[in-house]
C-alpha cells in the first residue's frame, strides 16, 4: 500500500548542480504531477504527463525538466540549480482526468539550493 | 484563470472548539476537495464534494458545496491537537487536467 512515494525525502544542491527527483506510484495512475510548495504561495504546478511518454508544462516549468519513460514513474530534473529553486517538492498522481478522480500526495522532497 | 482564495488564512483556537473555514472563486466549479497536510508530509485527502448543495462530512469534518458552485466550506467540530496543519481546498481547473489549489488555511490549536 505504498501509494506514491518520493525520493529523496532531502537534498541539499549548490548552486549549478544538477539533480533527478524521483516520484513512483503503484496505483496504476494515468496522470502524474509535479507540484512546488512555498510559504504563502500554496502550491503551484511545475509540470504534469497525462500518461507514460507525454509531458505538459505547468505554471511554472522554468528551469525544470520531466520525463515520463514508464507509467509508474515521474522524474522531475533541475540542470543548474538555483537558489530561487529552494522549496518543498511533491509528487501526485490520479487514475483519470474525471472530477471523480481526486490526486494523491507523496510527502515531498525537500530541497535547499546554496 | 481560475484562482481559489482561502479565509482565514491562520487561524489559532482552544482544543474542543468549532472551526469554520471557507475557499470561494469567482468561476464555477463543478468539483470541490479538501485536503490536510501534517508538518513534514504532502496533503491527504479529506472530503470530495461533487454536487452544488451536497453536504458530507468525515467523522469530526463536514464540508458544503455552495450552491452557486463558487464556493465550499469546511467545518471541524470538537477540535483535537490532531487538528493542527494546513487545510487546502482544491478543484478541477475546467477544461485542462490541472487541479487549482487555495493557498491554504493554518489552523493551531492550543490545548
Known amino acids: 500500500n505504498a501509494g506514491v512515494t518520493q525520493t529523496p525525502k532531502f537534498r541539499v544542491l549548490k548552486t549549478g548542480q544538477s539533480m533527478t527527483l524521483l516520484c513512483a506510484q503503484d496505483m496504476n495512475h494515468e496522470y502524474m504531477y509535479w507540484y512546488r510548495q512555498d510559504p504563502g504561495m500554496g502550491l503551484r504546478l511545475i509540470h504534469y504527463s497525462v500518461g507514460e511518454g507525454t509531458t505538459a508544462k505547468g505554471e511554472v516549468p522554468d528551469g525544470y525538466n520531466v520525463s515520463r519513460l514508464k507509467k509508474q514513474n515521474f522524474l522531475l530534473g533541475l540542470e543548474s540549480a538555483a537558489p530561487s529553486q529552494t522549496s518543498v517538492y511533491f509528487c501526485?498522481?490520479?487514475?483519470?482526468?474525471?472530477?471523480?478522480?481526486?490526486?494523491?500526495f507523496g510527502n515531498g522532497t525537500r530541497l535547499t539550493v546554496t | 484563470g481560475q484562482q481559489l482564495n482561502q479565509s482565514p488564512q491562520s487561524m489559532f483556537i482552544q482544543e474542543g472548539e468549532d472551526v469554520s473555514m471557507n475557499c470561494t472563486s469567482s468561476?464555477?466549479?463543478?468539483?470541490w476537495l479538501w485536503y490536510k497536510q501534517d508538518p513534514g508530509e504532502g496533503p491527504v485527502l479529506l472530503i470530495a464534494?461533487?454536487?452544488?448543495?451536497e453536504l458530507t462530512s468525515n467523522g469530526r469534518l463536514t464540508a458544503q458545496f455552495g450552491i452557486t458552485r463558487k464556493d465550499s466550506f469546511l467545518n471541524i467540530s470538537a477540535s483535537i491537537p490532531s487538528d493542527v496543519g494546513i487545510y487546502f481546498c482544491a478543484g478541477p481547473n475546467s477544461g485542462t487536467y490541472k487541479y487549482i489549489f487555495g493557498t491554504g488555511t493554518r489552523l493551531k490549536v492550543l490545548a
Open positions: 501526485a498522481s490520479r487514475r483519470t482526468a474525471q472530477g471523480n478522480s481526486p490526486l494523491h
Open positions: 468561476s464555477i466549479f463543478n468539483t
Open positions: 464534494l461533487y454536487k452544488a448543495g
